[in-house]
């Protein structure tokens, strides 16, 4: 699943969630971060909430600043 907003936490667990009680199967989930008013601690904060909520890998597959940071 790649999913845009990663640096929001409700975002991302709102959308999962809608897919996985429609059936949807994934791997590992990818996502987005293109910061809007938040900082890499909130990147962070919610990279681990996913990870611990959906037992999946978490990538960061797509961003534009902070490059070095996100790897």
């Not at 929001?8 to 994934?26: C, E, H, Q, S």
């Amino acid at each position: 699943m790649h999913i845009a907003l990663a640096d929001k936490m409700r975002k991302p667990v709102f959308w999962l969630d809608n897919m996985i009680a429609r059936g949807v199967t994934f791997d590992v989930i990818g996502l987005s971060y293109y910061p809007g008013g938040t900082d890499l601690d909130d990147l962070k904060a919610n990279l681990l909430d996913l990870t611990e909520r959906y037992h999946k890998y978490v990538n960061v597959v797509e961003y534009s600043i902070f490059k070095k940071e996100v790897q």
